[in-house]
């Protein structure tokens, strides 16, 4: 039976093990400034845990082979309640290996979320509703006009989705958009807001993801330096349609940018 | 001490009732109520795994029509998920090794009569028999059971237009949970009661078996974690019902206004993972000091840094309320907190760690006899280091911008704090069931159900790492919608086959218990030759355990292969001293 554990054991450990190592699958190909870094901290994580998780789950099949209990006369279990030495060791190792993976990636967070967006980012206010994203630019004022819950209407179409107040004049020039337009290699500062439930806004490819709150308009910031399309989901359970709750995220270059938005301005008019 | 813990025998004691009714339904037997308490847990964990089984179903084939139910919508699937956590964690993991086999064997095991307060403790088990039925009521009102997941996050959870399930089905379940959280706090008064004042002469707290331990501390936060619990359900009752706006600030559903204003949807995440973290270890600590019993008793060798162990699973508990926000880290919380909470996190993975290399020292140059339990205690230590291992990732929050909210979390908490704890479960039932029923259950079919389900779950469970890291998303009722899901569909398939057969592995379970209870060998005193004091007592154990008197202590609860002692185990109660060490 002990042979039998340790083959179980090991094999399962070696099976898991391979496919983390091969990377058949693995975090999607990273588009924004962040991704190297967290992809970074990601890899030494997962090799120091992985050499941890090996070497428990071979020696707990190893022990439980090699001390199995092979007939009645064979000599008794070792007498001992323990080692103080031992567990002194292994308690400093573990701490010193959890808290300092934990100091290694805080600088990264810091630089994600303690840090304001810079003055000259491009602004898009995300909104999440059941179940669709809507995407407002400000417009050549550089503000968002006034929007009012009394006047949302989500079978209007974007602006009325969103009650854009038209007695706003700073409303006049936003633009409403259902697909993310981002010029890349610029910072964008994303304004999150929701206007019925949870919601969470995850783009994979730029390492982004946070809840849009009812209630709350939440700052955060990411920089795109590949141009493409990127899926946009919604990852905190909002309802019925939240697996279709997705959408697209279009990096282009400033030059397209710029053409898109005026153009869409000149839609307005 | 000793003079005032028989004062408080004889006020406990309680004559054996006569009635089939007094003794089998509304008893005050800690003994019947822990039995009550695990077939209450082992009815939840088969709806729970049917619910878990129609969703792999779903996800592989989303238009399947199956016999009587039909096709499962994809708001089906929601409610699936929803009910299936809720039903596990609370009246799986929760309820079966505290209420079933702590409410069974600490009083025997500490040498009490019974709890400190029957009464208390036969209305802590009607209470939670009824969330149950209130739970599962859930199903059958207009509009079904809800489908906003076990964490209940409004204001989808708080307004009935939010969703289907949203309505009536809503307010049965949070009826339920509020009910739970009663149950558990009076068993938590009679846990911590029982251990303080009831414990025979001899058995201080530092020879008490870790497992009685473990029920000790899991009372402790089961009494502060389920008041918050109980407190945030009343306020969500409040906001559906009465009008208030603890939880929903101003909104519209649909374009609709819903008349809230000004509450905090942050506000419920942060009571609910108050309870929510120290909740996990609930579920986990009893099968910690099951296996630390089982590891012990099976390897004829004393159990590694008993101190340690205690000194762990108390560090484990206290850091367990320090850590609820590693939960929030994407709620749009402070980040500055979140440094906290992580900093807090990575410390709770140590004492995990001491306890996972003590169990390797307590087999480590043992004498391993492979005994159906001892297979359970050593697959619980191979879950609890691949479940523990991914803890460190998820920890950080750097890496939950990646990883939380995906399959990845699923993978984890399913490891760690689902499968482990069964584990768990299923060990403490081989190994108690002589003494509960006075048979031995089929090692033959013990050793199929442990290896089928050991390889299933990792099957189950380990292809959810790959699946979070390509940044498959949990609670997607269907994987057609987003491209990048679209290649994941063959590892989700192959899931649902491993689940089709870890499913159809639990009937053995289910066969040998009932077969056993009637057909089993009949089981020793001591089968197991093992030390602690249920092992003293007769089988199954008379009314007040053990026969009109109490047994007094003098060992610890770990002491076999002593050199020079004439067996490989010397019971608590010899009198023959073993010499400190």
Known sequence: MGLVLLVVIWLITFISAYFFIAKTWWLPVGASAAAAGIDHHFATTYVLMGIVFVAAQLSLGLFAWQYRERSATTPQAHYSHGNNTLEITWTVLTLILFVGLNFMSSSIWASERFRPAVSDAVQVEVTGMQFQWYFRYPGPDGKFGATKPQLQDPSGGGEAALGLDPADPTSKDDVVAGTMYVPVNREIDVILRAEDVIHSFFVPAMRFKQDAVPGLAIHMHFTPITTGDYEIACSQLCGLGHYKMHGILRVISQEDFDKWLTAREAEKQ | ?581
Request: proline share 6%; net charge neutral.
């Open chain 2, 1 to 581: 001490m000793a003079t005032g813990e028989f004062a408080a025998h004889a006020v406990h004691a309680h004559a054996a009732p006569t009635s089939w009714i007094r003794k089998y339904v509304f008893s005050l037997d800690h003994k019947v109520i822990g039995i009550q308490y695990f077939f209450l847990a082992l009815t939840a964990v088969f709806v729970g795994m049917f619910l878990s089984l129609l969703m792999r179903i779903h996800l592989i084939w989303p238009a399947a029509a199956l016999p009587l139910l039909g096709e499962i919508k994809p708001e089906t699937y929601l409610t699936l998920l929803t009910m299936h956590g809720t039903i596990m964690v609370f009246f799986v993991l929760t309820t079966a090794p505290q209420g079933g086999f702590g409410n069974y064997f600490l009083p025997i095991q500490i040498g009490a009569p019974d709890m400190a307060f029957p009464v208390l403790n036969m209305l802590s088990f009607w209470v939670t028999a009824l969330a149950f039925f209130v739970m599962i009521a859930a199903f059958f009102v207009v509009g079904g059971a809800p489908l906003h997941g076990w964490t209940g996050y409004p204001p989808l959870s708080a307004l009935p237009s939010a969703g289907p399930g949203e309505g009536l089905g809503a307010d049965l379940w949070v009826i339920s949970i509020a009910l739970f959280c009663l149950g558990a706090l009076m068993s938590a008064l009679n846990f911590i009661t029982t251990t303080l004042d009831m414990r025979a002469r001899g058995m201080t707290l530092m020879r008490m078996p870790l497992t009685c331990w473990a029920w000790f501390i899991t009372a402790i936060l089961g009494l502060l974690a389920f008041g918050v619990l109980l407190s945030a359900g009343i306020l969500l009752l409040l906001d559906r019902n009465a009008g208030t706006s603890f939880f929903v600030p101003l909104v519209t559903i649909n374009g609709q206004l819903t008349g809230h204003k000004g509450g905090s949807p942050l506000l419920w995440q942060h009571l609910f993972w108050f309870f929510g973290h120290p909740e996990v270890y609930i579920a986990i600590l009893p099968a910690m000091g099951l296996c630390s019993q089982l590891l012990s008793v099976f390897s004829r060798k004393p159990i590694f840094g008993y101190k340690a162990m205690v000194y762990a699973m108390l560090s484990i508990g206290f850091l367990g309320f320090m850590v609820w926000g590693h939960h929030m880290f994407m709620s749009g919380m402070s980040p500055y907190t979140a440094f906290a909470f992580s900093v807090m996190t990575m410390a709770i993975g140590v004492p995990s760690a001491i306890k996972t290399f003590n169990w390797l020292g307590t087999i480590w140059r043992g004498h391993i006899r492979f005994t159906s339990p001892m297979l359970f205690a050593l697959g619980f230590v191979s879950l609890f280091i691949s479940g523990g291992i991914s803890g460190p990732f998820l920890a950080q929050p750097v890496l939950d911008i990646p990883l939380h909210d995906t399959y990845f979390v699923v993978g984890h908490f399913h490891l760690i704090m689902g499968v482990a704890s069964i584990f768990g479960i299923f060990g403490a039932t081989y190994y108690w069931f002589p003494k509960m029923f006075g048979r031995m259950m089929s090692e033959g079919m013990a050793r199929w159900h442990f290896f089928i389900t050991l390889i299933g779950t990792y099957a189950i469970f380990m292809p959810m790492h790959y699946l979070g890291m390509a940044g498959h998303l949990r609670r997607y009722s269907q994987l057609t919608e987003l491209n990048y899901l679209h290649g994941l569909v063959p590892l989700q398939t192959f899931m649902t086959y491993a689940a089709f057969i870890t499913i159809a592995g639990q009937f053995i379970f289910l066969f040998n218990l009932f077969w056993s209870m009637k057909f089993g060998k009949k089981a020793a005193d001591n089968p197991w030759e093992a030390t602690t004091l249920e092992w003293t007592t007769a089988t199954p154990p008379p009314h007040d355990n053990f026969g009109g008197h109490i047994p007094v202590v003098y060992n610890g609860p770990y002491e076999y292969s002593v050199p020079g002692a004439p067996r490989d185990f010397v019971m608590q109660t010899d009198p023959a001293t073993v010499k400190a060490h």
